[in-house]
């Protein structure tokens, strides 16, 4: 169980477009779930958490505007990077906790975005 | 503010144990997760140990803390190719869902 996907898991775009990142906990209802920006050969960089039926919580330094998160059921999270451009390009990693367990973080397997 | 640091790089022979270190900074750390990333893919979820404990085994992973000197070990015994990853240790407090993450260290298990 606890089980996290990410789609898509490639994705390259122009300068200028948006991008949608879905994250999804297949097995387990998660009320909260996080987002990272990992750049390579670093460490993992928490971007926001997402609750879910509430706004999102970002870290300092992460525009709001840009990386817009919506946690709209107790399953699903989407990313959406908009007007993206190539310093946006990374890995970013979803993780979720589950219900009424909040020790444990369950990844999903990453999304790599390349903007053009 | 919290800070997790780790050594960078670790070389072993298959069969040998492998030690990774992790030192942090903030005292009320509660929680100290072992996460293994290997190449292209998401973290996994190794173990973890609660701060009142000092020491936890779980198959051929060993989990040492020692809280006065804020140091965390992870062993693994019998090191196989398949353990070349890059592993991080990572803390949380109680209340806080927000996980620090260390530097992580990449552990490169030769034949």
């Known amino acids: 169980g606890a089980v996290v996907s990410q789609h898509p898991s490639r994705v390259i775009c122009k300068s200028g477009t948006s991008v949608k990142i879905e994250c999804r906990s297949l097995?387990?209802?998660?009320?909260?779930m996080f987002w990272y920006r990992q750049f390579p050969k670093q460490s993992l960089m928490l971007m926001a958490t997402?609750?879910?039926?509430?706004?999102?919580?970002?870290e300092q330094g992460v525009e709001k505007d840009k990386f817009l998160i919506n946690h709209a059921s107790l399953t699903l999270s989407t990313l959406t990077v908009t007007s993206a451009h190539p310093e946006d390009s990374s890995f970013y990693i979803c993780?979720?906790?589950?219900?009424?367990?909040?020790?444990?973080?369950?990844f999903g397997p990453g999304t790599r975005l390349t903007v053009l | 503010g919290e800070d997790v640091e780790q050594s960078l790089f670790l070389s072993v022979r298959e069969g040998d144990s492998s030690v990774i270190n992790c030192t942090y900074t903030d005292s009320s750390s509660t929680y100290l997760y072992w996460y293994k990333q290997e190449p292209g893919a998401g973290l996994q979820l190794l173990t973890y140990?609660?701060?009142?404990?000092d020491m936890k085994q779980d198959q051929r992973l060993t989990v040492l803390l020692n809280k006065k000197d804020k140091h965390l070990s992870l062993r693994i015994a019998d090191t196989q190719t398949g353990d070349s990853a890059i592993y991080f240790c990572a803390e949380k407090n109680t209340g806080f869902q927000k996980l620090v993450f260390g530097t992580g260290t990449r552990l490169l298990v030769s034949p």
């Open positions: 140990i609660f701060s009142n404990m």
């Open positions: 993780s979720a906790t589950r219900t009424r367990s909040y020790n444990e973080q369950f």
């Open positions: 097995d387990f209802q998660a009320t909260t």
């Open positions: 997402s609750n879910e039926g509430s706004k999102a919580t970002y």
